[in-house]
């Protein structure tokens, strides 16, 4: 049997561990600016605006001759959550749907800026074009009025953009829905206040 030899321990030349000791070094700053990104990604990632619903009402909703030409005033909160980015929004549009209905739409908002922990009220007044009496659709309103309960839905557009002092981001397409249900006099019920909206991008 032949005698057992311990393995000759070959030293490494001065060029590799210098190649390794700079590999060591470059995977390390590799690394911390791995985390520094990330970290300040986290920090300027800009979160999405909110909206809840504050106030509805539809004046004389309840009369015989239909909604056309009854105004529709809403108040709809915006709070901006970011610490340190603001949003610019283009002009503010609105819609209230019944079912699939139109019953008012229209411009509410000119161009503004939301600062960074900012809220701004949206205060909306439309003017209604339906349902009328001869529309199909005014029977099941009229009855769902009679009986205190309707259900609509407020949709808000625009186009934002989110700033920060060293950057802005592209501009996006904002929709927000309000699902809400109003009395038979037209006023929002009160369960549906502050009601947070859906907001899609």
Known sequence: MPPYRLPLYHRQSPAVRCIN??????LTLLLIAGIIIF?????????????YLSDFSI????????????????AVGEHNPNQKIGIHF??????????????AKGPVMQPFYLP???????????????????DPAWGRFSGELAAGAVQLRLMLTS??????????TKHHHMKAECDFTINGDGTLQQQDKNKPCELYF
């Open 21 to 26: 000791f700079l590999c060591a070094v470059l």
């Open 116 to 134: 960074p922990k900012g809220d701004t009220p949206v205060l909306g007044q439309l003017t209604a074009t339906e349902p009328t009496p001869t």
């Open 59 to 74: 004046p004389n909703a309840n009369r015989q001759s239909g909604l056309a030409n009854l105004p529709v005033r809403f």
């Open 90 to 103: 283009q002009e503010m549009a609105a819609s209230v749907y019944y079912g699939d209905e139109v019953v």
């Open 39 to 51: 970290v300040l990604w986290l920090s300027l990632r800009p979160h999405r605006p909110r909206f």
């Open 159 to 168: 186009t934002v953009q989110f700033q920060t002092k060293m950057w802005d």
